[in-house]
């Protein structure tokens, strides 16, 4: 079983930047495809970005605007979060779902754990 926990979050104002970290324990963190979404009030979660095993992020809409990264060595998986906005509020996730084989990395349902979640709020 491998359990997730974020941080970082907090209220920030727009055009601020915040970095929001989640460590993984229970699982050879190495082998993990670990992925942030986000969730706010009233909508569905989306997919924000996702980074291989081997450490090849992949993005959606968010990129240039967030980068996520990992240090295997220290379990953790971050997001680097720039000129955000109001509309960049949400809970966000980390989710993790175990290599090697291939898997729609943007579709929320091949995660198989997920962290209990960090508020980000932007303040306009």
């Known amino acids: 079983q491998v359990q997730l926990v974020e941080s970082g979050g907090g209220l920030v104002q727009a055009g601020g930047s915040l970095r929001l970290s989640c460590t993984a324990s229970?699982?050879?963190?190495?082998?993990?495809?670990m992925a942030w979404f986000r969730q706010a009030p009233g909508k569905d979660r989306e997919f924000v970005a996702a980074v291989y095993e081997n450490g090849n992020p992949y993005y959606e809409a968010m990129k240039g605007q967030f980068t996520i990264s990992r240090d295997n060595a220290r379990n953790a998986v971050y997001l680097q979060m720039n000129s955000l906005s109001p509309e960049d509020s949400a809970v966000y996730f980390c989710a993790a779902r175990p290599g090697p084989e291939m898997f729609p990395i943007k579709d929320k349902h091949y995660y198989v754990y997920w962290g209990q979640g960090t508020l980000v709020t932007v303040s306009s």
């Open positions: 229970g699982h050879t963190f190495s082998s993990l495809v």
